[in-house]
């Protein structure tokens, strides 16, 4: 049995299984571990070991984009699972994953919907503090998110493009990310929000949430479902939905006994009016 350090990343896991899979050593004699030195009780010649010899086998693309996501999985058992279907793919399998009902695949596809959703979470539900101003007078924001998978990296790309123009942290306890305006920077994860206080924008955030709110379209399940609650402690209005939820009855009790709107008239645009005689 070899015990092998998959390391903190896909990066990491990935070099270790190049290195493994040349050595010729199939998946049940592996048993990933992390250990002080990466490869302990791995040969450091594979022909020590005694499998097959040391060839190239060519690895299909699809595999590295579900490895690459399933990888970001918290699931312990992830690595031994991406080299099982690594090791088949590599060993008379090749179209292993157009096959959706083998277990390996199913289960490795589902560890990759789980990451993409939750990525998509942490891009609906970080919300940013200022928390200052840099020398150059850019303006610096923090935010605190707690994922349940390895995501950060991931989703890092997103924040990048859309707050470009500003210095940014987003802190978690799966790794931390900040911006500078040039480069994104990786950190180790932080077990408590470093920066815990309110700012003028959660207020402008509480407003917001008040005027889209529309009580007649309230489905409190579906709004569970993509808002879990595990999320509402982080987010500053999620402190008003108890409080829209309770108004809900009278909110549109009132919509139905008011008055209704005279229709407004339809505004004289001249190119409009020209497709009107048209028809």
Not at 8 to 26: H, M, N, T, V, Y
Not at 29 to 43: R, S, T, V
Not at 197 to 223: C, G, H, T, V
């Amino acid at each position: 049995m070899h015990t092998i350090d998959p390391g903190e990343s896909f990066k990491s896991w990935r070099d270790a299984a190049r290195r493994i899979l040349a050595a010729g050593i199939p998946p049940e004699e592996i048993l990933w571990e992390k250990e002080p030195n990466l490869f302990a009780g791995l040969a450091e010649e594979p022909a020590v070991y005694g499998g097959p010899s040391n060839t190239s086998h060519p690895v299909p693309k699809p595999f590295i984009g579900l490895a690459r996501n399933a990888s970001c999985h918290r699931e312990p058992t992830r690595w031994s699972l991406l080299y099982r279907i690594l090791w088949r793919l590599t060993h008379g399998e090749p179209r292993l994953l157009s096959n959706p009902a083998d277990p390996d695949v199913a289960r490795a596809r589902n560890l990759e919907k789980n990451v993409h959703r939750e990525i998509h979470k942490m891009h609906a539900f970080v919300r940013f503090r200022k928390d200052g101003e840099n020398h150059d007078g850019r303006e610096r924001f923090t935010a605190w998110f707690e994922p349940e998978h390895f995501i950060v990296e991931a989703a890092s790309p997103f924040f990048r493009k859309r707050f470009a123009n500003m210095d940014w942290s987003i802190f978690t306890p799966k790794g931390c990310v900040h911006w500078n305006g040039e480069l994104l920077q990786f950190t180790e994860g932080v077990e408590r929000d470093p920066f815990d206080q309110a700012d003028s924008f959660e207020d402008a955030w509480r407003a917001y949430y008040r005027s889209i709110y529309n009580p007649a379209r309230i489905k409190l399940k579906a709004m569970q479902g993509e808002m879990a609650k595990r999320y509402w402690k982080n987010l500053p209005e999620a402190g008003i939905i108890d409080e829209l939820v309770q108004q809900t009855s009278s909110r549109v009790n009132a919509m139905f006994e008011a008055e209704l709107r005279p229709v407004r008239p339809t505004p004289k645009i001249a190119h409009l009016e020209k497709l009107r005689n048209l028809s």
